[in-house]
């Protein structure tokens, strides 16, 4: 397996890190944060000139059909600098749900890869946890079309979102669900917005008989969806390595710099082992989310279960290098001045984004049984 970035990916990388650097300096970051939907409304149309908006999406349909590794070279730098930007959401979870080529489909792959709209997956409901084959929302079909009736509960980057893709199912009992486009201001529809504490803007949806259009009628969307939450798990991984490896450099930076008892501390064999062990920790994740997206395009129990892992032990390994940040800069790692305690919010944030280590445990077991069977 080739754990390298091709001279091509190297520099995508790059000019992330560089535009990362420009534009959400860690000294400056609460200040974007407060910029609110209008700052995030500029920066999208600054990275969608860059070219990065339409990387995931397919060349026959406007896009510039990147591969998995140019989206991971991509997500890990908008981790390294915590760019609170919806670029998972939008440009790589939804067009991957918008698998089905359609006028409305391509209209909206359109508007995301010019920087012109924001679009926000709804998959979860309260009453079933992460499990996207929980869906009570219901859509009926009228003279006009389609109506959507139901709720949805933390819909990641939802806040600024011009569009949503809801899950719905289309009759009675425990019929297929299907895929829905309904516009931030249908009539019907409710958006409760809030901040999660690592200042993303998410979003809870109530739908009051709301109009929609179909994306691919009459076809079951599960697998569809699956498909889709994997390639965000794995982008989600590949943003968290960034983090992660941002937040040991500055702890790195900090250990060279204090000094107690006339020594720099990191010359305290102690602290010294503690540093090791979170560089082998971002180690250790960048190689398994490597793994996992070099397995998106597999049979879809072996992709679950790559993509499971990854999300498993990058949560795993995501708070363990965040709380070693935040320790080893000792009582002033919590204050909000300095990144580190950014980057343990935003871990804590990635390692329950569509679905927590323990429902990924679960859904790694699930695709071992198929496996074997």
């Not at 990387?55 to 997500?75: F, N, S």
């Not at 990641?156 to 486009?181: K, P, Y």
Request: contains cysteine.
């Amino acid at each position: 397996m080739d754990l390298s970035y091709t001279e091509e990916q190297a520099m995508l990388r790059d000019s992330v890190d560089r535009y990362g650097l420009l534009a959400w300096p860690a000294a400056g970051r609460r200040a974007m944060l407060d910029g609110g939907a209008g700052a995030i409304r500029r920066q999208w149309r600054e990275m969608a000139e860059l070219g990065w908006l339409m990387l995931a999406i397919p060349e026959e349909r406007g896009g510039l059909g990147g591969d998995a590794v140019d989206v991971m070279a991509v997500a890990e730098g908008i981790g390294r600098h915590l760019m609170a930007v919806p670029y998972v959401t939008s440009c790589v979870l939804v067009p991957a749900l918008l698998a089905a080529p359609g006028d409305a489909a391509d209209t909206l792959l359109a508007e995301i890869g010019g920087g012109e709209a924001i679009a926000a997956a709804a998959l979860l409901e309260d009453e079933g946890g992460y499990d996207p084959r929980h869906v009570a929302t219901r859509a009926t079909r009228d003279a006009g079309g389609w109506r959507l009736t139901g709720a949805k509960v933390h819909v990641e980057d939802g806040a600024d979102a011009d569009r949503f893709v809801v899950s719905a199912r289309t009759g009675a009992g425990d019929d297929g669900i299907a895929l829905f486009l309904v516009a931030r201001n249908a009539p019907g529809l409710g958006v409760e917005r809030f901040r999660a504490v690592d200042g993303h803007r998410h979003a809870r949806l109530r739908l009051d008989d709301v109009p929609a259009v179909a994306l691919d009628e009459g076809a079951d969307a599960t697998a569809v969806i699956d498909a889709a939450l994997d390639r965000a798990g794995a982008a989600f991984a590949a943003e968290a390595v960034g983090s992660m490896e941002a937040a040991a450099a500055a702890t790195l930076d900090h250990l060279k710099s204090r000094r107690q008892f006339g020594v720099a501390i990191g010359s305290f064999q102690v602290l010294q082992h503690r540093m090791v062990d979170m560089v082998l920790a971002a180690d250790e994740a960048r190689s398994i989310t490597y793994h996992a997206t070099l397995h998106l395009d597999r049979a879809p129990p072996e992709r679950s279960r790559a993509v499971a892992a990854a999300r498993v032990r990058v949560g795993e390994t995501g708070l363990f290098v965040g709380q070693q940040a935040v320790q080893l800069h000792g009582g002033v790692g919590f204050s909000d001045e300095l990144i580190v305690s950014h980057h343990l919010r935003r871990q804590m944030m990635l390692g329950i984004a569509h679905g927590s280590i323990d429902h990924h445990r679960g859904r790694f077991a699930a695709a071992c049984r198929v496996g074997r069977a």
